[in-house]
């Protein structure tokens, strides 16, 4: 039979793949613990919309069109008598390359990712998503549904890949030979939840930007949008970001636009204060406070404790997610009105930074955060790390990132010890998860796989910057705590001129 089968698909025996065990609705058929299929269809090359796209009436053009023909497979899971967990799972027909590769999702999710899944068909990967356990991208879900919370922190993801992980040894006959995970902000905050909880669900684990929860909205919220003479009009984002720009920028020996790295910057919104009255090109009194506090970290009223990180110089362009109101940002609202408080009509003005960070704080309320330092069953398997975040992130703090890699070091041993296992990369004028002034597109995948395949640690990444889709910047990201250093020759858009050292 084997033989046989060889002869059929002689590219894919070849390859060291093997041929498809079985047909794509047979999966239908599949029987697994608390799941139950729903669709198990041959999706024909360039056919697949997503479910309820106009696009699939033929407005506009298909994102999916060059996507090879796959095998669709959608369940619901329901691992509780109050879980209802929609995944899916996309299978290659031709070209698989023996990997699996799960892609995380987004604030509160409540969608499958299809765009990340289609992005790893494409690469030759079986992909699966999840929604989480729950319709649509707010908190609301979480009022008096524990269960469902649960869900949503880390179950959903790891019923998720066991399932999938049965589905591709059903349909190929063999199961994945390498798992990886992929995922940014609330993928991020999940992939590191899955090392932490279920060490062995994958080899290798790309975590951008984790959004573990803190009262980060409201500390911006109280600064600017509180009190209506705080207020910092949108239109004021870029005259704030070019004085940061001027005070910061050259302090790493090169002008070029970008802030190396923030926390060696001094800059006082103060030099922005208005000379008279009010003006678009400066900042009133209470302007400034508030723009001090949002670079400030938050701070117990009573007691003077630094409670958590908020933004840094740099980051100004992206205020409008958490500054332009008038409520805090769902994200985090959400968090407190129907996890922490369970009151959906709670007022985030009467919030106590006190107190009611304690409350936040509780075990029950950050069930979904991943900050759990020891990664030790992760990397004895030979698990491997790679965390990365942009400078410029508007929505989750760098700096959480940069605490919770020095964490991971500590309980590894130090940083000798832990570079074998764990990396992070951090991206001058990045956003949130991409885009930005500054380089931000690299290729976070073939790193992982170089280092877990190949024994190859990552030593640095290149990064490109485009302007209508044409490359005008590259740039060398260096694993933390290295930062890229012009060599004082060549152009400074051309990551060779560029090395990675200590800073």
Request: proline share 6%.
């Amino acid at each position: 039979m084997k033989i046989l089968m060889c002869a059929i698909g002689i590219f894919v025996c070849l390859s060291g793949v093997p041929a498809i065990a079985s047909s794509c609705d047979s999966l239908a058929a599949l029987a697994l613990k608390d799941t139950t299929i729903t669709i198990a269809q041959l999706v024909p090359a360039g056919q697949f919309s997503v479910p309820g796209d106009r696009q699939a009436g033929g407005r506009g053009a298909n994102p999916y069109k060059n996507l090879s023909e796959f095998c669709r497979v959608a369940a619901t899971l329901k691992p509780t008598s109050d879980s209802d967990i929609k995944v899916e799972v996309w299978l290659p027909i031709n070209g698989w390359n023996g990997k699996f590769q799960a892609v995380g999702n987004g604030g509160w999710a409540g969608v499958i990712s299809y765009s990340a899944m289609a992005d790893a068909i494409r690469a030759g990967y079986a992909s699966a998503s999840t929604d989480t356990g729950h319709v649509g991208g707010r908190g609301t879900f979480a009022l008096d549904h524990p269960e469902k919370l649960i869900d949503f922190a880390w179950r959903s993801e790891h019923e998720m890949t066991v399932k999938a992980k049965a589905i591709i040894q059903a349909f190929y006959g063999s199961a994945p030979k390498l798992s990886y995970w992929n995922g940014c902000s609330t993928g991020g905050r999940q992939g590191l939840k899955e090392a932490q909880k279920f060490p062995d669900d994958y080899d290798g684990i790309i975590a951008g930007a984790p959004a573990n929860r803190t009262a980060i909205s409201l500390w911006i919220a109280d600064a600017v949008l509180k009190d209506p003479a705080s207020y910092i009009p949108p239109s004021k984002y870029p005259i704030i970001h070019q004085a940061a720009l001027a005070a910061c920028d050259s302090q790493d020996g090169l002008k070029d636009g970008l802030i190396d790295d923030p926390r060696t910057c001094n800059f006082d919104s103060k030099v922005l204060l208005c000379k008279n009255g009010d003006g678009s090109a400066c900042l009133t009194a209470p302007q400034v406070e508030a723009a001090k506090k949002i670079y400030s970290p938050a701070i117990n009223p009573r007691t003077g404790q630094q409670l958590f990180s908020s933004l840094v110089p740099g980051t100004e362009l992206g205020w409008g997610v958490q500054a332009q109101g008038p409520e805090p940002s769902a994200n985090i609202y959400d968090q407190y009105r129907y996890v922490v408080f369970k009151d959906a009509n709670w007022d985030w003005k009467t919030f106590n930074f006190d107190s009611d960070v304690v409350r936040g704080d509780l075990p029950e309320n950050v069930v979904m955060n991943a900050t759990d330092p020891n990664m030790k069953a992760f990397f004895a398997h030979g698990g491997k790390l790679l965390l990365y975040h942009g400078w410029s992130d508007p929505n989750v703090p760098t700096l959480n990132t940069i605490k919770y890699y020095k964490s991971v070091v500590d309980t590894m041993g130090g940083a000798a010890n832990a570079s074998k296992s764990v990396r992070l990369f951090l991206e001058p004028g990045m956003g949130h998860c991409g885009g930005g002034e500054g380089p931000n597109v690299f290729d976070k995948v073939g790193a992982l796989e170089r280092w877990v395949e190949q024994g190859m640690a990552p030593d640095k990444l290149i990064a490109s910057h485009s302007t209508d889709g044409k490359v005008d910047r590259t740039r060398p990201l260096c694993p933390y705590p290295q930062v890229a250093k012009y060599k004082g020759t060549g152009s400074i858009d051309d990551a060779a001129n560029f090395v990675c050292r200590a800073p």
